[in-house]
């Protein structure tokens, strides 16, 4: 597997996927990802650039997405957000990072989205061909009642290799797992309510599928249809790749009506993919005018309407 583009340490030092540690160290600046503590509104996060070339580094900028999570205050940087991309560029006295130096900037998060899409000064963050492909919507979910209850689904499909399973109850996280399996209770009965229990998967460079969702107690009628994302965008994160954004419909309780569990991205009418955040990234396509079109999915699958991007090429 290539290494990652954003390194995600997890509070217990942990680390997502692993790194090769007879690999040597990437002739570029490098940039990695740490959660330094959470909590179930939000976490503290922090990415260190590292100079791992021979050049002093001018000045630097760190691009990423945080989907579905807001920068409530930061430091050692200069943040700007659109939508839930994020530009960070230097501070004046954290510029220049000569040949072996490195910086740290960091954020409070009201949110757990971490970063994706990770560019540094253009390319990827891990100095490496970046892995831009979501892995595949795992599920459907199955419960097994017999011993208190355990959840389990089909795995996901990724095209570089082993995923993690990030499992939530009622929009709050469980646990993160590497097996398609989470065991929720192995008491007798559960205490009379409804439980909404998602699980997604997260491949190493930290892309995230489509929620797979399923409840414990009837819930939703079925035929719940999603509002459309708004404000479609594209940008070209480095050459050769194009990069479209989109902000997520408000976000309403589960128990209210069936929740968001990704979007759907279509170029000139054939689908390209689905995905669990606000943005996909693609190779560029032929030069010349194409059509974009984003389509949000549910919990119960079902699509909105599409929102559309005309883009000149």
Do not use: K
Request: glycine share 10%.
């Amino acid at each position: 597997m290539n290494p990652l583009a954003v390194l995600l340490v997890l509070t217990t030092g942990a680390v997502l996927a692993p790194a090769t540690a007879a690999q040597a160290a990437p002739a570029a600046p490098v940039a990695s990802f740490a959660r330094l503590g959470h909590w179930p509104a939000g976490y503290v996060g922090s990415i260190t650039i590292r100079n791992d070339s021979a050049a002093a580094v001018e000045g630097w900028r760190v691009e990423f997405d945080l989907a579905g999570t807001s920068v409530t205050s930061s430091y050692s940087g200069v943040f700007t957000r659109t939508g839930d991309h994020y530009v960070v560029t230097n501070e004046t006295w954290n510029a220049r990072l000569a040949p072996g130096s490195s910086t740290t900037f960091g954020w409070v998060a009201s949110g757990q989205g971490t970063p994706v899409n990770c560019t540094l000064n253009g390319a990827d963050c891990a100095g490496a061909p970046a892995d831009h492909t979501a892995p595949g919507r795992p599920g459907p979910l199955a419960f097994d009642v017999s011993s208190g209850l355990t959840i389990t689904w089909a795995p996901s499909a990724d095209d570089r290799g082993p995923v993690e399973y990030e499992v939530h109850e009622s929009g709050q996280p469980r646990a993160t797992v590497i097996e398609p399996r989470y065991v929720y209770s192995t008491g007798g009965t559960l205490p009379p309510r409804i439980y909404i229990f998602s699980v997604r998967a997260v491949d190493a460079a930290g892309n995230v599928s489509p929620w797979a969702f399923r409840s414990v107690g009837q819930i939703w009628r079925g035929d719940e249809i999603p509002a459309a994302p708004t404000a479609p965008r594209v940008d070209t994160p480095t050459a050769g790749l194009l990069r479209l954004s989109w902000t997520a419909p408000e976000a309403q309780s589960p128990f209210v009506t069936a929740p968001v569990a990704g979007y759907e991205v279509l170029l000139d009418g054939t689908p390209v993919g689905q995905v669990g955040g606000t943005s996909m990234t693609i190779p560029a396509p032929a030069p010349g005018p194409h059509t974009f079109r984003v389509r949000t999915l549910n919990a119960v699958d079902n699509f909105s309407a599409v929102v559309e991007l005309a883009h000149p090429g």
